[in-house]
């Protein structure tokens, strides 16, 4: 197809249109679909988050035993801890 812009020929080529493959990832609901890699890394972040949860608990309670007095460190535990030998 030639049109005429001016006295300037234009050429203008149609390219066939390609159909658009759909995901079988869930939608959003903003209409985005996320790709499985997206899912494994949202899934970790998740798993990541929710372990900090559970380090933060244990140091409350290990915290609270330090203030309760009811927190015992066996005492080869400490002296090795203390001369830098691994306690395996």
Do not use: C, F, W
Not at 27 to 54: I, P, Q, T, Y
Not at 71 to 79: D, G, Q, W
Request: avoid cysteine.
């Amino acid at each position: 197809m030639t049109t005429n812009n001016g006295g300037v020929g234009t050429s203008v080529h149609r390219v066939p249109r390609v159909p658009i493959q759909k995901s079988d990832a869930p939608e959003h609901a903003s209409g985005a679909r996320l790709s499985d890699s997206a899912r494994s890394l949202a899934a970790a972040r998740k798993a990541v988050e929710e372990a900090m949860d559970v380090r933060e608990q244990r140091v409350a309670e290990i915290r609270q035993r330090v203030a309760d007095g009811t927190y015992v460190v066996p005492s080869h535990t400490l002296a090795r801890k203390m001369l830098g030998a691994s306690d395996t």
